[in-house]
């Protein structure tokens, strides 16, 4: 084969790569990253592991397929010729359209705003995509919209994941806010709850499914992940590669930490990042209040630091906490402040 690079589905999780052995070697470097603060862990100080992760898996020749885009510059870059049996999806779905179908949900005394509009259009476009929005820009509005849609279209079965119990409530009370039956259409999953049901949206938590066994997974169109940014646990990225018929992914998230591996980890698992909004701007346009942030940094003495440059995670955080020195700086600020002061401790 010459220098050409065949990208093929295996199912909507992976994708199969032939090409030449050369250019697989180049793959296996071109996926391969350092995980930040590798060198704290266990197994990276026991030789065990070299605190790198690999994306794509050289022995079957398979990677995850969110990553096209970045497969697919990696030969343009290099001049490779390449060739995908798939095509990038880009369906044709209008704004217009768009706005036709919410008028139809009937939200009560609800608009959505424009760029909600555009991330509801983009999703369905593309059906992969990790949504980039801030706190308050209403992430459950566009969950909302994307559903409702796809149940009307050929999906049967839904599947939204959640950090905490209290947010598989809230999306559920969410959902009613907006008009909808949820008592008849959601089925609600935490700790103790039955897992499977005969309603066309689920709503659980990570923690009450990553046990469940691969076959439970498989009946899934959609899956959309809340709060995508904790989908690179290991627990989760498991259930997100057993829903391998799930040809809807979409994430939303808040926050990436950085990290190019992070940011490809959670691209691979659902599609492309697309920023939706951004806090600046919902402050701009009023949507959430202005606030400024002030961030001090409190200085030990060299000494202290000294001796302090050897202890474990454990040994820091108590000489942190029973600091006096800190915790009077803490309260006397707490008590110089004007009007209502809320202090957090982790």
Request: charge should be neutral; aromatic fraction near 12%.
């Amino acid at each position: 084969m010459a220098d050409k690079v065949v990208i093929s589905n295996e199912n909507e999780v992976y994708v199969k790569i032939d090409c030449p052995e050369g250019i697989r070697y180049e793959l296996r470097e071109y996926f391969t990253f350092m995980v930040p603060g590798a060198q704290f862990s266990p197994q990276y100080k026991s030789k065990l592991w070299d605190g790198k992760i690999r994306l794509y898996d050289l022995r079957k020749g398979q990677i995850y397929r969110g990553l096209v885009p970045n497969i697919i510059k990696f030969c343009q870059d290099r001049d490779y010729e390449w060739e995908y049996d798939n095509e990038i999806y880009d369906e044709e779905f209008s704004l217009v359209e768009a706005n036709e179908i919410i008028k139809k949900m009937n939200m009560p005394n609800i608009e959505p705003r424009d760029y909600q509009l555009d991330a509801f259009v983009h999703a369905i476009r593309s059906r992969r995509a990790l949504l980039l929005s801030p706190t308050a820009s209403g992430k459950s509005l566009i969950i909302y919209m994307i559903i409702r849609y796809l149940l009307s279209q050929d999906c049967k079965k839904v599947l939204i994941i959640v950090p905490t119990t209290s947010l598989v409530s809230q999306l559920f009370k969410d959902f009613k806010d907006y008009g909808f039956d949820s008592d008849t259409f959601v089925h609600k999953v935490f700790s103790g709850q039955e897992k499977v049901s005969n309603k066309p949206i689920i709503i659980s938590t990570w923690q009450s499914l990553y046990t469940q066994a691969p076959s439970f997974f498989k009946n899934f169109d959609v899956i959309i992940g809340d709060e995508a940014h904790l989908f690179k646990a290991k627990s989760l990225a498991t259930i997100m590669t057993a829903l391998i018929n799930a040809k809807y992914r979409i994430g939303t998230t808040g926050t990436l930490d950085g990290t190019k591996t992070h940011k490809l980890v959670l691209e691979g698992l659902f599609g492309q990042v697309r920023k939706v909004t951004t806090t600046a701007e919902l402050m701009e346009q009023k949507v959430v209040a202005d606030f400024n942030i002030k961030c001090l940094l409190l200085k030990h003495s060299d000494s202290l630091c000294q001796a302090a440059k050897n202890f474990t995670y454990a040994q820091e955080m108590e000489y942190l906490v029973l600091n006096e020195s800190r915790n009077n700086f803490i309260s006397n600020l707490a008590i110089s402040l004007e009007g209502n002061t809320l202090i957090l401790y982790q």
